[in-house]
């Protein structure tokens, strides 16, 4: 029987809680919401492309995601030594174009760890923090806004894909 990716929760979150609770918690509530939209899909389900010319796909945005957060979180603000995944700095995107539906599992595992691991490296600093970044200094609160518009835009990405999928929509 092939994997599946397993069903999630959504977690409330607070609607009063301080800003930094928040903004952890709102993008926690969107990196499940991005796994919600693979839940029960196999390998080759996720990676499914939407419509060509798009190389768009469940399991892209899967990769695409754990590559943007480890370049924020890991690499720009915690100054982490890790290897850049998916072409980062090449020019090319493969986090869409080199699929490989028999590793679905292990990328869904490889993302969950990533979020691990980017938590734990900016835990304990304050949102005011400024980080020297390519195009100037950032604070620890932009990266969580960032974060939070990358995978809103990347959800909605989701649900038109999934809807190819299988027909399943909303969320």
Same mark, same amino acid.
């Given at each position: 029987?092939?994997?599946? %990716? ?7 979150? $607070?609607?009063?809680?301080?800003? /930094? ?6 993008? #926690? ?9 693979? %839940?029960?899909?196999?390998?080759? #389900?996720?990676?499914? *492309? $939407?419509?060509?010319? $798009?190389?768009? $796909? ?17 690499? *720009?603000? %915690?100054?982490? &030594? ?20 028999? #590793?679905? #599992? &292990? ?10 691991? &980017? ?15 390519? @195009? ?15 995978? %809103?835009?990347?959800?909605? @990405?989701?649900?038109?894909? /999934?809807? /190819? ?7």
């Amino acid at each position: 029987m092939p994997w599946t %990716a397993p069903t999630v929760t959504r977690p409330s979150g $607070s609607l009063v809680a301080d800003e /930094r609770t928040m903004l952890r918690e709102l993008l #926690q509530w969107h990196r499940e919401t991005l796994l919600h939209k693979c %839940a029960g899909l196999t390998g080759e #389900q996720l990676a499914t *492309r $939407s419509v060509p010319p $798009s190389g768009l $796909s469940l399991l892209g945005l899967l990769r695409h995601l754990r590559k943007v957060e480890r370049i924020w979180l890991r690499t *720009r603000v %915690a100054g982490e &030594a890790v290897e850049p995944l998916h072409g980062f700095g090449t020019g090319r995107e493969d986090d869409f174009d080199e699929l490989d539906p028999t #590793q679905a #599992q &292990a990328e869904y595992e490889a993302l969950l760890e990533e979020w691990r691991l &980017a938590d734990a490296a900016v835990e304990g600093l304050g949102l005011d923090e400024t980080f020297e970044g390519p @195009h100037g200094p950032f604070s620890l609160r932009f990266v969580h806004l960032h974060l939070i518009g990358e995978y %809103a835009r990347h959800n909605g @990405h989701a649900d038109l894909v /999934r809807e /190819r999928v299988d027909g399943v929509t909303g969320g």
